[in-house]
């Protein structure tokens, strides 16, 4: 079900930055929205962000917004979630999720990648 | 954040039996204007990635079978899943979509066979 390719594992430093892309296997998103959603190892989803890559509309978990930046190029075939100040409890594996919805994901139109993990360490 | 708790974090049932999940949230997620609960449910085999099974509290996405039944309003929800069949072993969670800080999840419950 992963139609969406992201870039691999990286292991961090406490304090650095991380950014992670994601692109469509195909040759466009064919979804409106754009979430990022993180899962720590035997934990729940953690929600961070939702970024339309045809617009400039986005918005990041309110928790997450002095540390996170959301962007996608100027041909919309990729998106970025940058991840500032690690800390260990960041490690976790991060998805993007291409969906309709802004409120809701996981229909089975929607696609999602295939997780990177990032350690910080 | 609103904070969403799941109850219990482990369910043994039987095959053919009845499941009860129930997640509470710590404010109401009645939205008064639409009249709606601001809920959804996920499915999540193991390896596989979330899959939405419910929203609006109640409304079953397409193609999720009517064995799955979610209710509730404002700060209490269950999800019931009639009949328990080996495909539903998984972890269920509830989530919020009402708060305009971010969207928040339960921890999760872990359904199994008995």
């Known amino acids: 079900q992963a139609h969406l390719i992201q870039s691999g594992p990286e292991v961090k430093s406490p304090g650095a930055s991380v950014t992670i892309s994601c692109r469509p296997s195909?040759?466009?998103?064919?979804?409106?929205?754009i979430h990022w959603v993180r899962q720590a190892l035997r934990q729940g989803p953690e929600w961070m962000g939702i970024?339309?890559?045809?617009?400039?509309?986005?918005t990041s978990a309110q928790r997450f917004r002095p540390r996170v930046t959301m962007l996608s190029d100027t041909s919309m075939k990729t998106v970025y979630f940058t991840l500032r100040g690690l800390k260990p409890e960041d490690t976790a594996v991060y998805y993007c999720?291409?969906?309709?919805?802004?409120?809701?994901?996981?229909?089975?139109?929607?696609?999602w990648g295939q997780g990177t993990q990032v350690t910080v360490s | 954040d609103i904070v969403m708790t799941q109850s219990p974090d482990s369910l043994p049932v039987s095959l053919g039996e009845r499941a009860s999940i129930r997640c509470r949230s710590n404010?109401?997620?009645?939205?008064?204007?639409?009249?709606?609960?601001?809920l959804a449910w996920y499915q999540q085999r193991p390896g596989h990635p979330l899959k939405l099974l419910i929203y609006w509290a109640s409304t079953r996405q397409f193609g999720v079978p009517d064995r799955f039944i979610g209710s509730g309003s404002e700060t209490e929800f269950t999800l019931t899943i009639a009949n328990l069949q080996p495909e539903d072993v998984a972890i269920y969670y509830c989530?919020?979509?009402?708060?305009?800080?971010?969207?928040?999840f339960g921890q999760g419950t872990r359904l199994e066979i008995k």
């Open positions: 195909g040759d466009t998103f064919t979804r409106h929205y």
């Open positions: 970024m339309n890559p045809r617009t400039d509309e986005r």
């Open positions: 989530q919020q979509y009402l708060s305009t800080s971010g969207y928040t």
């Open positions: 404010q109401s997620l009645f939205y008064d204007t639409n009249k709606l609960n601001y």
């Open positions: 999720v291409e969906a309709e919805g802004v409120l809701y994901f996981g229909e089975d139109d929607d696609s």
